[in-house]
DNA sequence: TTGCAATAGATGTATATACATCTATCAGCG
DNA sequence: CGCTGATAGATGTATATACATCTATTGCAA
């Protein structure tokens, strides 16, 4: 239900709410390494890597060799920031709409269940 | 989050939400068609489609041609009333812990939720 | 009765997801 | 140094999802 509401909500946008999250971390923690935001989003490596792939067709997305030549360290190009800024008022919408529905403190208590019942972390925003 | 939990929860007994949510589907409206199948589990009829092959493949499922010779009726098979058994505990306990986390009254809210915001229809346990 | 719009389902194409496994690289110990 | 195990990321394979479009059938009105 909620991953079909946020597609829902940004599909006028035509972005997904995986390539939104994207956007947003990568805007968020430029340089990151691959391995640190396949953790920190929680999403499997190998998933990302295509996902990756298809925002590098985009264009939105470049990548350096680390220090450490094993790593990835990944970057926004400036349309990848483009599209960032395009999309966030559909996904800031979403969020509105599911905030205002739950209640304050009924959201709260749902991403606290989230974090101890499957060990999800919090992100910003 | 919900849908990786509940994938996990069911990931040892090898079956993913969306098989077991169709082997529940149709274990309780055995001879339903597909059109009537998507519309109530609110999913895109060729995800179905693609599905329903799927559980062809592995014998869980049936189908005949309806009076309306478009329709097709659905059926479980043995074998998937079988699996819907065995794997129905997995899915008991993935609910168990969810709405113990969120504690009785907040399950309801986030359920009355959904159905505000996303016009989801509750479905039987 | 026939002709055409509407409906059920299937297919083409594209993104999303994840387990198993592979390659390249690194770190640490002998 | 030079193995050897560990790590980062990519690839093989398979299921899941959904928009656009196609085919077969149906219902209805001229």
């Known amino acids: 239900m909620v991953t079909q509401f ?3 909500v940004l599909r ?3 972005l997904r709410v995986t390539q939104f999250t994207l956007l947003q971390a990568l805007n968020h923690a430029s340089g990151i390494s691959q ?3 396949a953790e920190w989003l929680e999403i499997d490596s190998t998933t990302l890597t295509r996902t990756l792939a298809f925002m590098r067709r985009k264009g939105w997305l470049r990548s350096e060799t680390g ?8 970057f926004l190009t400036a349309a990848g920031q483009g599209q960032y800024k ?3 008022p559909y996904w800031q919408s979403a969020q509105r709409r599911l905030r205002q529905a739950l209640g304050e403190a009924n959201w709260i208590q749902v991403i606290d269940a989230a974090v101890r019942t499957a060990g999800v972390t919090p ?3």
Chains 1, 2 share one sequence.
């Open 35 to 37: 391995k640190q935001l």
């Open 6 to 8: 946020y597609d829902s």
């Open 12 to 14: 006028p946008s035509g």
């Open 67 to 74: 220090t450490d030549r094993r790593e990835l360290r990944l």
């Open 123 to 125: 992100k910003p925003d």
């Open 86 to 88: 395009r999309v966030l």
